[in-house]
T-cell receptor
Framework: KAGVTQTPRYLIKTRGQQVTLSCSPI?????VSWYQQTPGQGLQFLFE???????NKGNFPGRFSGRQFSNSRSEMNVSTLELGDSALYLC??????????????FGSGTRLTVV | GQQLNQSPQSMFIQEGEDVSMNCTSS?????WLWYKQDPGEGPVLLIA?????ELTSNGRLTAQFGITRKDSFLNISASIPSDVGIYFC??????????FGGGTRLMVKP
């Protein structure tokens, strides 16, 4: 089966702009989680969507938001970009229904650079 | 929030050596996962552990879920060059939020 697809792979934005990243989960998976990875903070949980509803949220400012569509595809948006938002943004897909974390599959990520 | 302390932060390996790394936490977890990440890619799941005391193998990799539920260990036997990369532990307590360790970078001895 196809893996988790994230687009775009690379993105360069200017401070103050906003950006939207996309994630298509594995077919049949209803949970999509987003993580931010930076050299300083490591991998940090942003939020999780399950069946179009945000189910869990990490400790990030309101500039970070997301949504999930009926086909389980998810987008995350970052508004008013700051230099510190430069990171690899990873999306993870799972069934979201229980102890099947072997199904917790990551995409290749979107590398966002804010200049 | 929950924190995972992963050690060592980095290590050099020589082909054929065994490698060990571990993660400890001040909080308990119900699931431990071990991932490997190559440059420019997302983490790939290596082993998942679901019960305290569980010992699970995946080829040359063996991981254990600590009895206290606050730690986990990963061993790589007879390392080969393609084992180079960054290894992450991750814990899951509730919901679908993973807490990650800081990673162990495996490098090849010159």
């Amino acid at each position: 089966k196809a893996g988790v697809t994230q687009t775009p792979r690379y993105l360069i934005k200017t401070r103050g702009q906003q950006v939207t990243l996309s994630c298509s989960p594995i077919s049949g998976h209803r949970s999509v989680s987003w993580y931010q990875q930076t050299p300083g903070q490591g991998l940090q949980f942003l939020f999780e969507y399950f069946s179009e509803t945000q189910r869990n949220k990490g400790n990030f400012p309101g500039r970070f938001s997301g949504r999930q569509f009926s086909n389980s595809r998810s987008e995350m948006n970052v508004s008013t970009l700051e230099l510190g938002d430069s990171a690899l943004y990873l999306c993870a897909s799972s069934s979201g229904t229980g102890l099947d974390n072997y199904g917790y599959t990551f995409g290749s990520g979107t590398r966002l650079t804010v200049v | 929030g929950q924190q995972l302390n992963q050690s060592p932060q980095s290590m050099f390996i020589q082909e054929g050596e065994d490698v060990s790394m571990n993660c400890t936490s001040s909080s308990i977890f119900n699931t431990w996962l071990w991932y490997k990440q190559d440059p420019g890619e997302g983490p790939v799941l290596l082993i998942a552990l679901y019960k305290a005391g569980e010992l699970t193998s995946n080829g040359r990799l063996t991981a254990q879920f600590g009895i206290t539920r606050k730690d986990s260990f990963l061993n790589i036997s007879a390392s080969i060059p393609s084992d180079v990369g960054i290894y992450f532990c991750a814990g899951l307590y509730a919901g679908n939020m993973l807490t990650f360790g800081g990673g162990t970078r495996l490098m090849v001895k010159p």
